[in-house]
């Protein structure tokens, strides 16, 4: 699909400088940003990117973990225009509503695990988290508990940035130089099977870190503890895959004391694992909300959903008092163009079988990338299906880092861009999560240009 739009001559120079002078860019190093500004795309068609010279890459990370269904897709577009022409908003706040938003809100709770079977839409992840946490509060003071109110997270989950999201989430750099609310949030160490100690079995790694789930629940008293908030894999804080057994344990012992599970399938969900949800399909546990954005409209536009169960709407559908009500919401709650975008993008991925797709290119991905373990520096691969990362490391048998100021991930995706193939660095690591409609041939073309680009990057470190 080639718009007029895109196809429009336009002043690369012009965009370059505008940009760089007036758009302040999300978690963006100032530091280089003056100096260099931004790469300009200009367009996009399946798994490809074309940036404003025309040079073709293939795309990596999916746009940021989200453009599931891959790029160009005229029937999102003609989906999108259709319900902009019928109707393009209208508030959802007390009894309104729009086809595309009442469709899509059941078509979730079909695919939801369990009797997850009403969601609540906002505008993206870390929306999606704060209103898990509001309506917990909610749903607690509902009950006559109010002093159930501590989140449990942990170090190197990443669950969005507004101020809530951000408290909870626990990648430690990211957190340096802001705020957050240490009274209310509280952290357990990151089920990292890579990091642990040498002479650690899995199974006694995963005993100790459901262990301290408990511990931190009983220390802070389980009449105060009102959530615990986990993705099913870590992403952004380095895809950790938790050992097995890790998700049903930290279950039971929020179920033991009466403590919601949030399970964060803002990446997860919607196919980067081959299947809609991850969190009972892949892991075995139904939680009591889900929260989920990217992929469900596959980033054509914006949209997050926190999905929860029959037993919370009991609770938080109930008037206590005079005028008391659920007092949350969003202008764009609902919106129903943006409904309009997931449905159509649930309807393709389903049409499609792209589920099935991951799970067999999926497995060719993790088993090909695997093979640059080989590789000086990487020190591990991990992560499933798609949504992937490796590690490098200075030695691999001590897995002691390679010095931050050498910028190995950057250095990685540098090599890899020159090549055609857009890869994120994220500090020592590099993460790949790439559009689900990669075909084998893509696979192959990736994992040849991350060696290439991994030799080359090491050979600039010497
Ligand atoms: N939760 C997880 C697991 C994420 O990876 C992200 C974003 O990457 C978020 C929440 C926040 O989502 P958003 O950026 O749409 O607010």
């Known amino acids: 699909m080639t718009s007029q739009n895109a196809s429009a001559q336009f002043d690369k120079q012009e965009i370059w400088q505008k940009d760089r002078d007036h758009f302040m860019h999300p978690w963006t190093d100032f530091s280089t940003f003056k100096e260099t500004g931004s790469m300009v795309f200009h ?8 940036d404003a010279d025309g040079k073709r890459y293939l795309d990596g990370i999916g746009g940021l973990w989200c453009v599931n269904i891959g ?9 999108v225009a259709e319900q902009i022409r019928d109707i393009p908003y209208f508030s959802t706040f007390g009894h309104h509503t729009t086809a595309p938003a009442a469709r899509l809100a059941a078509k979730l709770a079909e695919l939801a695990p369990g009797d997850l079977n009403h969601v ?4 993206g992840g870390s929306v999606a988290n704060d209103t898990a946490v509001r309506m917990i509060h909610f749903y607690f003071n509902q009950l006559g508990q109010p002093s159930k109110k501590q989140i449990i ?10 101020y809530m999201a951000m408290s909870i989430t626990g990648v430690e750099v990211d957190h340096i130089g802001f705020d957050i609310d240490r009274q209310l949030v509280h952290h357990i160490s990151s089920p990292n099977p890579y990091r642990r100690p040498q ?20 220390e802070l008293g389980p009449d105060n503890v009102a959530a615990f908030f986990a993705e099913p894999i870590m992403g952004a804080g380095g895809v950790i895959v938790p050992p097995e057994g890790y998700h049903r344990k930290t ?10 599970y949030v399970s964060d399938e803002v990446v997860t969900a919607f196919g980067r694992l081959g299947h809609m949800f991850a969190s009972e399909d892949e892991f075995g546990i139904v939680p009591d909300i889900i929260t989920c954005a990217k992929g469900l409209t596959s980033g054509y536009l914006p949209l997050g959903a926190t999905i929860f169960s029959d037993r919370i709407y009991e609770v938080i559908s109930k008037p206590q008092a005079d005028g008391a009500i659920f007092t949350h919401g969003f202008t764009y709650s609902g919106h129903p163009v943006s409904c309009a975008a997931g449905l159509k993008n649930i309807e393709i991925m389903e049409r499609e079988g792209l589920c099935a797709h991951v799970e067999d290119v999926g497995d060719y991905f993790e088993r090909r990338l695997h093979e640059l373990e080989d ?14 990362c490796l590690e490098n490391v200075a030695d691999k048998t001590t897995k002691d880092l390679i010095a931050p100021e050498a910028k190995v991930g950057n250095r990685i995706a540098d090599e890899c861009q020159q ?9 020592h690591m590099n993460i790949l999560s790439p559009t689900l409609i990669l075909s084998r041939e893509h696979v192959d073309f990736v994992v040849a240009t991350l060696r290439e680009s991994i030799e080359a990057a090491t050979a600039s470190l010497k």
């Open 153 to 162: 997270s942990r170090i190197d989950g990443y669950h969005g940035s507004t």
């Open 120 to 123: 609540f839409y906002g505008c």
């Open 43 to 50: 367009q996009a068609d399946g798994v490809s990117l074309q």
């Open 375 to 388: 590789l000086e520096i990487v020190g591990d691969v991990r992560g499933r299906k798609f949504m992937m």
């Open 71 to 79: 790029y160009g897709r005229d029937e999102i577009a003609e989906a």
């Open 251 to 260: 279950l039971e012992v929020c179920r033991k004391y009466d403590v919601l």
């Open 419 to 427: 090549r055609g193939l857009i890869v994120r660095p994220l500090a």
């Open 199 to 218: 002479d650690q079995s899995l199974e006694a790694f995963c005993d100790e870190k459901v262990q301290e789930l408990e511990d931190k629940i009983l």
